[in-house]
């Protein structure tokens, strides 16, 4: 057995040599007993083989215990020590049986091989299975007696009446090898059972453990069949069975180890009726016989009887209680999930019906299937009368203007169809007495798990809010802030006319602190005047009144118009301004552009050290003119690349000090380079310093044609 402390492969079959080994060593045997050697050789042949079978059975199991844990390892420990009893009681026979291999009546043997029976049973039983519960085990031990009583009752009464008739009693000394039988056949149809309901890994082992105890079985009928013919001999070919029986235990160690294995795996039982049917199958053929057999059943077969009904009546009734127990089980957890899935609709409920925003839902054809409060409310209706109307022609039939709206074209319809959320900032709403309510919206796709496991619309969730309110702030605020800057404005023109006044000397010669008072006094209300224009500005845009005059302009003018107005300031700052390479035309409104560019440049001379150069540039891309101000300053943070576009955005707050501006112009000049058409964005050089760049539409007869379709056409 040297090969047995060789590495394994867990998961693998192992020990290959020992199938051939047993099946030589087994021919041999085969060939051996049903020889004419003497009996004596030939009981000690017998005698010899049922020792070593059982005493490598324990050396197989023993294996087992070193590469197993838990449950497993206690399995296979009780069958080592079951193979050890049966190997005690095998001597015992070899040593006592009398010369001419006579095995009769009660001996050591048979108690040691009872005792082996049983622990292999106990041993059987720990293995794991695909359900554990203690439950399953008994009625498992009961199919088994069920299935071995009734095998041996039709045995009984069939083939060997003589053996199970007179007045044995199951404590006389005739009845103990009578039992090994039927716990042979307990232990190979519990072991087949096992087999059925436990995980891939143990089954073949229990598989090969199952026939071997079979054919114990099978070579037990045959000792009781000739023993009670008094026929039997120690040494002749019904010796095989149990020969065997001991090989194919002892091969069950080649099958793939377990022990990698969870202890259980998650299983459901393979053949959940196959059981059932073997037990009933078994019971029902002895029941029948024993109906047509009733006149010759002995008193011994009588008590066996007996025993596979109270056995087969207790599995029943262990079933029942069994299911009584599970079926209470499942009706309190059904009334568990029910009250939980209440409570959690109550509160959505509770949440949808108390939210202060509209909420409705719509199935797959655009019929509300639920709606909210706050909905009907705002929609002037109770929920009842719009519950099964199409949506879209209840209320949301119009566009913003006034136009019709077809649904096909709906933002919901659109959310059902493509799966996906959409939304809509300015919606109108129709309301029951034919006023509009002005809303923001958000519809959600309702998607729900198909039968393949693939999401379904089923329709969409709409989530409105009534803005009539906010609209009017915006509105109130903007008017307010015009108003408050037209009337800031007025006085300070005729200020800084009086002011100009009085430092041109217009009104006689001040003295010198007068005038620089009065210098000082018109720079601030310069900044002043500027401040009021880019708040009007920034009004202007943003309430949609700034009307442009968009026209066709070379880039060049533009760039030339707005360096102009800026040589002073870069002169003062001493910065050189350098016009580089410009080319094409936009489709823009000038002033806006040029004011755009002043912005830009201006900061850029701003932020750039005396000395420093300022370069613009303007070329075609696509269907675009991109505007290019690159300078030599400090450059942007990177996070500040994105926030210096926002309202009153410096990226230092001493820049408002030094250099005079407010953080509007950038916000200004991103709204209007927006509305013609383009973009505004900012980037620091590599070499340091920073670059904005903005994009316009060129007019369309002179645009380049876009690069992907230039791609595709040259691909084409
Ligand atoms: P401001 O009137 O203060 O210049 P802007 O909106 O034009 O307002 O600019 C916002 C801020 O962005 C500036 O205060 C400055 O911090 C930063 N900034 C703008 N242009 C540049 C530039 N060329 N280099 C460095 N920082 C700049």
Not at 31 to 43: E, G, H, M, T, V
Not at 151 to 168: C, D, H, N, Y
Not at 389 to 403: L, M, N, Q, V
Not at 483 to 491: F, I, K, N
Request: glycine content about 10%; some cysteine; hydrophobic content about 45%.
């Amino acid at each position: 057995m040297a090969g047995l402390s060789s590495p394994q492969v867990a998961g693998a079959w192992r020990f290959r040599w020992l199938a051939p080994a047993a099946i030589l060593i087994v021919g041999a045997l085969a060939i051996a007993l049903s020889s004419d050697l003497p009996a004596n050789i030939r009981s000690g042949l017998s005698g010899a083989a049922f020792v070593l079978g059982c005493i490598s059975v324990t050396i197989s199991c023993r294996q087992r215990i070193s590469t197993n844990t838990g449950r497993r390892r206690r399995a296979w420990f009780l069958l080592a020590v079951a193979g050890g009893v049966a190997a005690l009681g095998n001597l015992y026979l070899l040593v006592v049986a009398d010369r001419t291999g006579a095995r009769s009546g009660a001996s050591l043997a048979d108690v040691a091989l009872f005792v082996a029976l049983l622990l292999g049973i106990a041993g059987v039983l720990n293995f794991p299975i695909a359900q554990r519960r203690a439950t399953d085990l008994t009625r498992m031990v009961l199919d088994g007696v069920v299935i071995g009583g009734s095998i041996l009752f039709v045995i009984s009464i069939t083939i060997i009446p003589q053996v199970m008739s007179g007045t044995s009693t199951l404590l006389s000394s005739r009845v103990l090898p009578l039992l090994v039988p039927v716990l042979d056949v307990v232990i190979a149809s519990l072991t087949a059972l096992l087999c059925l309901r436990s995980g891939p890994g143990d089954r073949p082992g229990l598989a090969m453990a199952s026939i071997g105890f079979a054919l114990f079985a099978i070579s037990d009928f045959t000792f009781l069949v000739r023993n009670a013919h008094g026929g039997y001999l120690l040494g002749g070919p019904a010796d095989l069975g149990w020969i065997a029986g001991w090989a194919m235990i002892t091969l069950a160690i080649v099958a793939p180890d377990t022990s990698d294995n969870p202890e259980i795996e998650p299983l459901i039982e393979a053949a959940p009726i196959a059981g059932t049917i073997l037990t009933f199958g078994s019971f029902s053929t002895a029941a029948v016989l024993s109906l047509i057999k009733s006149a010759t059943i002995g008193a011994a077969s009588s008590v066996l009887w007996i025993t596979v009904l109270a056995a087969v009546t207790t599995r029943q009734i262990l079933l029942i209680i069994d299911n009584e127990r599970l079926r209470r089980y499942m009706e309190l957890r059904v009334i568990e999930r029910s009250n939980a899935l209440r409570t959690v609709t109550q509160q959505s409920d509770l949440v949808v019906d108390s939210v202060g925003d509209g909420i409705y839902g719509v199935d797959g054809d655009g019929l509300i299937t639920f709606i909210n409060p706050a909905a009907a409310r705002v929609l002037g209706y109770e929920p009842s009368q719009l519950l099964g109307r199409e949506a879209h022609s209840a209320f949301h039939a119009i566009r913003p203007d006034g136009t019709p709206y077809a649904i096909e074209n709906c933002y919901v319809t659109e959310a059902i169809r493509n799966a996906v959320i959409t939304s809509a900032e300015e919606d109108v709403y129709v309301r029951a007495d034919g006023l509009s309510v002005p809303v923001e919206v958000t519809a959600t796709p309702l998607t729900v798990v198909g039968p393949r496991g693939q999401n379904e619309v089923r329709g969409a969730v709409v989530v409105f809010r009534d803005v009539t309110q906010r609209r009017e702030v915006d509105r109130l605020k903007s008017e307010f802030v015009s108003m408050v800057s037209h009337e800031l404005r007025t006085p300070l023109t005729s200020i800084r006319g009086s002011l100009g006044l009085l430092t041109g000397g217009a009104l006689g010669q001040l003295s010198p602190a007068a005038t620089s008072m009065a210098r000082l006094a018109l720079d601030s209300s310069d900044r002043l005047t500027r401040l009021i224009d880019e708040i009007l500005d920034v009004e202007r845009i943003e309430s949609g009144v700034l009307t442009f005059t968009v026209a066709r302009h070379a880039a060049r003018e533009l760039i030339d118009g707005a360096v102009d107005h800026l040589q002073v300031l870069a002169a003062t700052a001493g910065v050189r301004v350098e016009i580089g390479a410009v080319a094409g035309e936009v489709n823009a409104d000038a002033d806006r552009v040029v004011q755009t560019l002043v912005n830009l440049v201006g900061n850029a001379i701003k932020f750039s050290p005396r000395g420093g150069l300022v370069t613009v540039r303007a070329r075609m891309r696509g269907a675009y003119i991109e505007f290019r101000i690159s300078d030599q300053g400090r450059g942007i943070p990177e996070d500040k690349l994105e926030a210096i576009f926002g309202r009153f955005e410096q990226v230092d707050s001493s820049d408002a000090r030094e250099k005079g501006g407010f953080g509007l112009g950038l916000a200004i000049s991103r709204s209007l380079v927006e509305r013609l058409g383009g973009r505004l964005w900012a980037e620091n050089n590599p070499d340091g310093g920073a670059t904005f760049r903005f994009t316009l539409p060129a007019p369309t007869d002179v645009a380049e044609p876009d690069y992907l379709e230039k791609a595709s056409r040259n691909a084409g």
